[in-house]
């Protein structure tokens, strides 16, 4: 394994990195400030200023942010998920909620559990799904650089043929061609197809429909992983001048033809 040049100038034994990224800790906490990542890019092609107070402010959590990390744990990493801490309570606005969350610092609800039960259990009955969890590794982080910046990446399910399967939720699973856009997902197929060194026809998006729960296979095309492509250069192009090259973001303003 060959060291890797961080954002910040220190250099990093590659396999060392993968190794501390097992833990979500790291992997979410410091290694976010040392490397970039396809949310970071999609914040940068978005606006380098969101990028920048972002990551010095933090983000705020949506609630499909967090089913999507309930499910996630549920169906990958199920011992994880009893570690959570829930309250016997419907909504945040609770008084035991609130007490629970300044406890503990994250709590999820009684109606967040069943929820994410509810979606788990629907796609571990599928037999299209089942195909991608047999045998496969789960929350395989990995950490390399494309075109000169440090990148780092965790495959929801690394498969034993090399190819990746990323799993999503949706509320209309029809409309999800339109969301993989909206979202930037094109972004991730992107860039984990560099991590992992595998084609744009070895990435799968198995989405999971939050209200009729319908199962949905998707492959990714070239075009799919070329706008992705683009969009990442884009960001890396703009983390180079305002960051790297450190211009004045006070300066940074939006042109467009009305």
């Known amino acids: 394994m060959k060291n890797i040049s961080l954002l910040d ?19 979410y906490g410091k290694l976010n400030t040392q490397v970039l990542s396809s949310s970071s890019i999609k914040l940068l092609v978005d606006s380098p200023k969101k990028y920048y107070y972002v990551n010095k402010y933090g983000g705020s959590e949506t ?3 967090r089913d999507g990390r309930l499910l996630h744990t549920l169906i990958l990493e199920p011992e994880k998920f009893e570690q959570f801490h829930f309250v016997d309570v419907i909504t945040k606005n609770s008084k035991a909620y609130k007490l629970a969350k300044k406890e503990y610092g994250t709590a999820y609800t009684s109606k967040e559990k069943s929820d994410a039960e509810r979606l788990a259990d629907a796609l571990l009955r599928n037999e299209c799904a089942l195909q991608y969890l047999n045998g496969a590794k789960f929350e395989v982080p990995k950490v390399d650089v494309i075109q000169g910046i440090p990148f780092r990446g965790k495959a929801d399910i690394l498969r034993n043929s ?9 509320t209309d699973i029809k409309a999800f061609k339109y969301s993989a856009n909206k ?31 319908d199962i949905g296979e998707f492959k990714c095309s070239e075009e799919f992983y070329l706008r992705g492509k683009q969009k990442t250069e884009l960001g890396m192009q703009r983390y180079s001048e305002w960051f790297i090259d450190d211009a004045d973001l006070d300066n940074y303003y939006i042109t467009d033809t009305l």
Do not use: H, P, R, W
């Not at 090399?162 to 999503?168: E, S, T, V």
């Not at 991590?195 to 198995?206: R, W």
């Open 162 to 170: 090399g190819g990746i399967c990323d799993i999503k939720t949706t």
């Open 63 to 65: 609630q499909g942010m």
């Open 183 to 213: 979202y930037g997902y094109d972004i991730q197929c992107y860039i984990y197809c560099q991590l992992f060194g595998i084609t744009y026809d070895q990435f799968t998006f198995l989405v999971l429909d939050k209200g009729s729960l």
């Open 9 to 27: 100038g220190t250099i990093e034994n590659q396999a060392k990195l993968e190794k501390l990224a097992i833990n979500d800790e790291f992997y």
